[in-house]
């Protein structure tokens, strides 16, 4: 069955940076987007950057406008791991990170369990 395990999350200052990252198993990593999505307390699940399944010379990156220019995301399909580098981190970006599977409808059938991000 379908398996997203994130890692990473940490207490950090702002200003400061982490890199989390997403194991996945029990698909065909390499033929899917992967996407991160937080949810910060009291506030609804925001999508945060997404990356297609394309080869890495085709491959798109694409970010909420909340985080554009400070997280980059990235995918090693051979370790069929994704990764979401965050810097500049506000406070404002205190969320749960979950790790998701993502189609051209944006629809996120699979999910993580997510991982804690504090900044302050």
């Known amino acids: 069955h379908v398996q997203l395990v994130e890692s990473g999350g940490d207490l950090v200052r702002p200003g400061g940076s982490l890199r989390l990252s997403c194991a996945a198993s029990g698909f065909t990593f390499s033929d899917y987007t992967m996407s991160w999505v937080r949810q910060a307390p009291g506030k609804e699940v925001e999508w945060v950057a997404g990356?297609?399944?394309?080869?890495?010379?085709?491959?798109?990156?694409s970010y909420a406008d909340s985080v554009k220019g400070r997280f980059t995301i990235s995918r090693d399909d051979a370790k069929v791991t994704h990764y979401l580098q965050m810097n500049s981190l506000k406070p404002e970006y205190t969320a749960v990170y979950l790790c998701?599977?993502?189609?051209?409808?944006?629809?996120?059938?699979?999910w993580g369990q997510g991982t804690q991000v504090p900044v302050s």
């Open positions: 998701v599977t993502m189609t051209g409808n944006w629809d996120f059938p699979n």
């Open positions: 990356i297609t399944s394309l080869p890495s010379l085709f491959r798109a990156a």
